[in-house]
């Protein structure tokens, strides 16, 4: 059955009376399963991991990169599966060996859209070689192009086809990049020109290499370099690299503009122009939020005076002290504190009903790993590539009992890795258009330029003292002080100047990294940093919200959901960590322990902010809608997995226009066709109205029709096809 019909209602011309009805269509469901195999999409979601880790780190890019590659090998299996609905192609085939041809089918649709994506890779000449070496190992013929669904590699090749059409026109701005070979390096992803509604940078950019927030031009006063602190200042950084090392123009620009309107999975909004969820602005200086502002940047010099493991600090990292945190708690930060979560661990573990081991390791060891464990680089998959090596880890697990959702039979490899992977990266995908329609709409500071423009102000502390601002940095012992001629003099602050404001930070990088650590010593404030490297500093786009948190806690729903409960196979999930890149350490092996995936989450959260990057607010905000969107992207998925996408309730809304017009609004999902079919009475046939089937791109349709008659009947039918 290729049409459904969704719901109905009813308008009196007098617009006093609204009767809706539900129609409720059952269809025949046949569930088949393969029998077990090696798991093919594996071998195509760690080549793309590995491509990954040689490229230019664009998180939201790679994010929507690994959804098209998960969408292309889940619709390829489901091509073989008369119960799964794919998610852009819908066509069904049958093969005497099922396995070998969903193997075949998947291969040809990753391969394909891997290549499109790849020529716009930073090491596109290697990367493209590798794909196709892939292809041949795994035994399959890269100059088959058939489009023949009776063959496997034809489905595959189909699938890919109408995955790509799918993506190209999403919003990403994909095609008007530059491709490698026509440009080597390529250009991939470029924002609108700002006469078309491009970003247009409101702050000059930030110089590094000077103190203040000096742009380079010549300014000696801090303050006035930065035309609003509240929006995000760009970087000018002598000798930039990315993440991995590949050169870049000193001139910082802006990765993801565009995807405040690029196309999600689940989510739905009624104006284009503002957020897919509205969290509300950031703390913002010199308004109502003053407060809560200076709170933040006070907190991101807390933590940045802990990244020593020379301080005696010690913490239990393990899930016996560590986890188990609320989404609700909102953080004690700001005047010396530093606690984001509110979490004690668990008393055992669930699964042994053992008590959990302490495992008890200096702090600043364990800031300085986390810093570097969750960043974007060097040789990183990103965040979201992040969470698709910690679900094969999860799957790779003897313990875990593969049964989706946790529930009903064990299934094979391959059907686990395709469902986890469309899940997984619909989910980071998700969490990217809805982290980066954030920061596009918002344009909020990073800590950078708003630590250094405070302490440009002065202390807001103490009138009677020098360099007095009621909005400068508030004097906290051992954190934040006044430079004397007397604390000069005495080495507390030796070297600085008195009348400046000084921050115990991490001063930079040693001389050594391989054998020496920097510690924490008193600086000018107006020259902190983040615990980065010199030539990287902060990303390229602006602070709120954490795109981390959002990432992983979206990713964390749904590795709770898929398996069926929050905690790691076994109640533990660990990573040992023995070197760190920035500099010398840790000074004892530190190895990171979760109970749940939840855990792991807070972790790249609050790794952020130790690293510089983010304060807590953009943390909070951050985990609170990843956890929203991912719970949201596993409700629909698994409507795909079952079949019951296709029975998805439709809710219409009527409007009166005018006298003879009503404007019809319902929701959609995405890739459905809907028809808008009409009847003056209940006791006459429907018939369909002007415009024909309506391919859905976005979560709603609107259409304004003839009233005509007295009354009349709206109902809609959907279809997988035109």
Not at 42 to 52: F, S
Not at 272 to 286: E, H, Q, V
């Amino acid at each position: 059955m290729q049409s459904k019909i969704r719901s109905a209602l009813v308008l009196s011309r007098t617009g006093r009376k609204l009767e809706f009805a539900l129609l409720i269509l059952v269809g025949l469901l046949v569930v088949t399963r393969a029998r077990a195999t090696n798991s093919v999409a594996r071998v195509w979601d760690e080549r793309a991991l590995a491509a990954i880790r040689q490229d230019t780190p664009h998180p939201p890019a790679q994010a929507r990169n690994y959804f098209s590659l998960s969408a292309c090998m889940y619709d390829a299996w489901a091509a073989y599966d008369t119960n799964a609905v794919g998610y852009v192609y819908r066509g069904k085939h049958t093969a005497a060996d099922l396995a070998a041809a969903r193997n075949e089918a998947i291969s040809y649709a990753a391969w394909r859209l891997l290549k499109e994506r790849h020529v716009y890779s930073r090491t596109a000449s290697n990367t493209l070689v590798l794909d196709d070496i892939q292809m041949t190992a795994l035994g399959y013929d890269t100059n088959n192009a058939s489009r023949d669904t009776s063959t496997p590699a034809g489905v595959g090749n189909s699938v890919y086809d109408a995955v790509s059409a799918w993506f190209l026109n999403d919003g990403a701005r994909q095609t008007n990049g530059t491709p490698y070979p026509l440009r080597d390096p390529p250009i991939a992803y470029p924002d609108y020109p700002a006469n078309q509604g491009g970003y247009v940078y409101l702050n000059p950019a930030l110089a590094t290499d000077r103190a203040g927030i000096d742009d380079g031009s010549g300014g000696t006063n801090a303050g006035l370099t930065v035309v609003d602190i509240n929006h995000w200042q760009r970087l000018r950084i002598v000798n930039a690299v990315d993440q991995n090392g590949f050169p870049l123009g000193p001139l910082q620009s802006y990765l993801g503009a565009q995807w405040l309107g690029v196309r999600p999975f689940a989510l739905a909004r009624t104006d284009a122009t503002k957020p897919w969820i509205d969290p509300g602005p950031p703390p913002f200086f010199g308004g109502p939020t003053h407060e809560q502002f200076v709170r933040e940047v006070v907190a991101m010099i807390t933590a940045d005076c802990q990244l020593t493991p020379d301080d005696g600090a010690m913490v239990d990292i393990s899930p016996a002290a560590y986890g188990n945190n609320s989404l609700a708690f909102a953080g004690d930060y700001g005047t010396g504190n530093f606690v984001l979560y509110d979490g004690h661990g668990y008393s055992t573990n669930p699964v042994t009903g053992q008590p959990y081991e302490p495992h008890l390791v200096k702090r600043g060891d364990l800031a300085r790993v986390l810093a570097e464990f969750w960043a974007d680089g060097p040789n990183s998959e990103t965040p979201p590539g992040h969470w698709n090596v910690l679900a094969n880890y999860v799957a790779d697990n003897p313990l875990l009992v593969k049964k989706i959702g946790g529930t009903g039979p064990v299934v094979d490899d391959l059907e686990w890795d395709v469902k986890m992977y469309f899940a997984l990266n619909a989910a980071v995908h998700e969490a990217a258009c809805t982290a980066w329609s954030i920061k596009r709409y918002y344009d909020a500071w990073r800590p950078m330029s708003a630590v250094r423009f405070l302490a440009g102000l002065g202390q807001s502390s103490n009138p009677n003292l020098p360099s007095y601002n009621t909005n400068g940095l508030p004097l906290i012992a051992n954190q934040i002080e006044l430079v004397t001629a007397d604390t000069a003099a005495s080495g507390r602050h030796a070297g600085l100047t008195p009348g400046k404001i000084a921050v115990l930070a991490w001063p930079g990088p040693p001389g050594d990294p391989v054998n020496q650590y920097s510690g924490v010593k008193w600086i000018h404030a107006d020259t902190w940093a983040p615990y980065q490297r010199t030539n990287f500093v902060t990303p390229a786009f602006p602070g709120y919200i954490s795109g981390h948190s959002t990432f992983s806690r979206s990713a964390a729903e749904i590795l709770a959901a898929i398996t069926g409960t929050p905690f790691f196979p076994g109640g533990l999930g660990t990573n040992n960590i023995y070197v760190l890149g920035f500099e010398n350490g840790p000074s004892a092996p530190v190895i990171l322990q979760w109970a749940t995936y939840y855990d792991a989450a807070d972790q790249a959260g609050i790794s952020r902010i130790w690293g510089g990057i983010h304060p807590p607010i953009d943390n909070l905000v951050g985990r609170r809608l990843g956890a929203q969107v991912g719970k949201d992207v596993w409700a629909l998925a698994r409507k795909y997995f079952d079949g019951s996408v296709i029975n998805a309730p439709v809710t219409l809304a009527l409007r009166k226009v005018d006298a003879n017009n009503d404007e019809v609004r319902h929701n959609t999902l995405r890739g459905f066709y809907y028809k808008l079919q009409s009847t003056t009475n209940l006791s006459n046939a429907f018939t369909d109205e002007p415009g024909g089937a309506k391919l859905a791109l976005e979560g709603w349709l609107v259409s304004t029709n003839s009233a005509g008659a007295a009354q009349k009947f709206y109902r809609t039918a959907s279809s997988l096809t035109p």
